[in-house]
């Protein structure tokens, strides 16, 4: 299984790498609206998920794969991670991918995003007292 | 040393990443994410020092989708190796010195965003491809918000880091 997975993420990674969508002036090009390789990538990658998932509803209970709905958590993530991208250049994805294509300053990324994991897991009942408020339930728009 | 052409068109990058959803589905029933491999990474480094019984939502990590999203982030790392092209070595991204920030500067820009994008991706529940590609596939409410202000943020944010460093120089 988890080999399956890593060959999975060897295509993904050769994805990331042959469309260029992994260098740190593609990412922040697009938040300056100066090159839309992101938006089209991301649009079509999701266009391609829907379509499968529309064609899957009957195999697939589509409403377990909703994620969990928590308006402060998802807004100060969002706030969070906005800041993340424009210091380092990449999402928590095209990080790894970065590191595999050989950019230095990804080690750092790495570092730190370990860092924060860890902490994270160490002091949760903190963060959930700081920021989670409701109990969270799935809310889909449509499914 | 930096070469500019693309090899592949970003819509069928995007449409490969998106079919990708179907093995993901069919051996795990799951969709692609990426940030729990983080948290699965330093819960497997932990592991070995500390009993990790006093910390549960370290030790989740260690089976069920912490492993699976870690495999597939290592894949990612070995493809984008796998890939690159030869004979060109990275420091950092040309752009940056565009932008006019210094080689430390931006080691220690990637420190600092690698605590925040982690911390923001956990909290938020997924990452860029958890919320953004997967999410919104599913048209889950939270996705949207998560995708709005991560963008917002980051447009604002990175049109005020443009001025500050671009002017300086």
Request: with cysteine; net charge positive.
């Amino acid at each position: 299984m988890l080999i399956a997975t890593f060959f999975i993420g060897i295509l993904w990674g050769g994805i990331f790498q042959k469309t260029g969508i992994l260098r740190p002036k593609t990412i922040l090009k697009q938040l300056s609206f100066e090159d839309f390789t992101m938006l089209k990538m991301m649009s079509a990658a999701i266009v391609t998920s829907f379509a499968i998932l529309f064609l899957g509803h009957y195999f697939f209970d589509v409403h377990t794969l909703v994620k969990p709905f928590d308006l402060f958590p998802n807004i100060f993530g969002g706030i969070f991670m906005g800041i993340g991208i424009i210091l380092t250049g990449a999402c928590p994805g095209t990080a790894w991918a970065q590191l595999g294509a050989g950019y230095k300053n990804a080690r750092f990324i790495i570092l730190g995003g370990l860092l924060s994991a860890t902490f994270y897991g160490m002091f949760l009942p903190e963060v959930e007292a700081l920021f989670i408020s409701n109990p969270q339930e799935k809310i889909s728009l449509v499914f | 040393m930096h070469q500019e052409e693309k090899n592949l068109s970003p819509y069928i990058g995007g449409i490969l990443i998106g079919l990708l959803q179907i093995p993901s589905l069919l051996l795990f029933g799951k969709l692609l994410g990426l940030s729990s491999s983080y948290g699965s990474l330093s819960a497997y480094f932990l592991n070995i020092f500390y009993d990790l019984s006093f910390y549960p939502h370290i030790q989740k990590l260690l089976t069920g989708v912490g492993p699976w999203q870690l495999s597939l982030a290592t894949g990612i790392v070995v493809g984008a190796y796998l890939s690159r092209k030869p004979k060109i070595s990275l420091d950092i991204d040309p752009y940056w010195h565009y932008l006019g920030l210094q080689k430390k500067t931006v080691y220690t820009f990637s420190f600092i965003g690698g605590i925040f994008l982690v911390f923001g991706a956990r909290l938020a529940g997924g990452c860029t491809s958890g919320h953004g590609l997967s999410g919104i596939a599913t048209l889950s409410l939270s996705s949207f918000i998560v995708m709005s202000t991560m963008f917002l943020t980051a447009i604002a944010g990175f049109f005020g880091l443009k001025k500050i460093f671009r002017e300086k120089n």
